[in-house]
C-alpha cells in the first residue's frame, strides 16, 4: 500500500506542477483543470495552502469564472502569506480583485 500512496502523492504533484506552469503559461483553462480538484485535498482551514488559493484565483480569472474567482478571494483574504513568494502572490490576486471592481463599478456607472 505504501507504494500506491507514493505513486498518488507523485501524481498528484505533477499535476500541482503542470498546474502552476500552465498558469505562467497564460493557459488559464488547463491549469483550472488541473488545480481546482486538487484543492479540498491540499487546502484545509487548519493547513492553509496560500500558493495553491493564489494559483487557483489566478487560472479563474483568467477564464472568466468570476464567481469562483470571488469565492477563491474570500477564501483567500482568511490566510496571512507564510513566505515573501506568497505575499507576492497574494498581491497579485489582490490586484486582479481590486481591477474587477473597478471594471465593475464602472459598468454598473454606465447603465
Do not use: W
Not at 491540499?42 to 489566478?58: G, R
Amino acid at each position: 500500500m505504501k507504494h500506491d500512496q507514493e505513486k498518488a502523492m507523485r501524481k498528484f504533484a505533477e499535476r500541482m506542477t503542470a498546474g502552476y506552469q500552465a498558469v505562467h503559461q497564460r493557459d488559464y483553462q488547463e491549469a483550472l483543470e488541473n488545480l481546482e480538484p486538487l484543492v479540498p485535498l491540499f487546502h484545509q482551514e487548519d493547513n492553509p495552502n496560500v500558493k495553491l488559493l493564489c494559483y487557483v484565483a489566478i487560472a479563474q480569472i483568467g477564464t472568466k469564472k468570476t464567481e469562483r474567482f470571488l469565492e477563491t478571494c474570500e477564501e483567500l483574504a482568511k490566510y496571512p502569506p507564510s513566505t515573501e513568494k506568497e505575499e507576492a502572490l497574494k498581491q497579485r490576486v489582490d490586484e486582479m480583485f481590486d481591477e474587477l471592481m473597478r471594471l465593475l463599478n464602472e459598468d454598473d456607472r454606465e447603465r
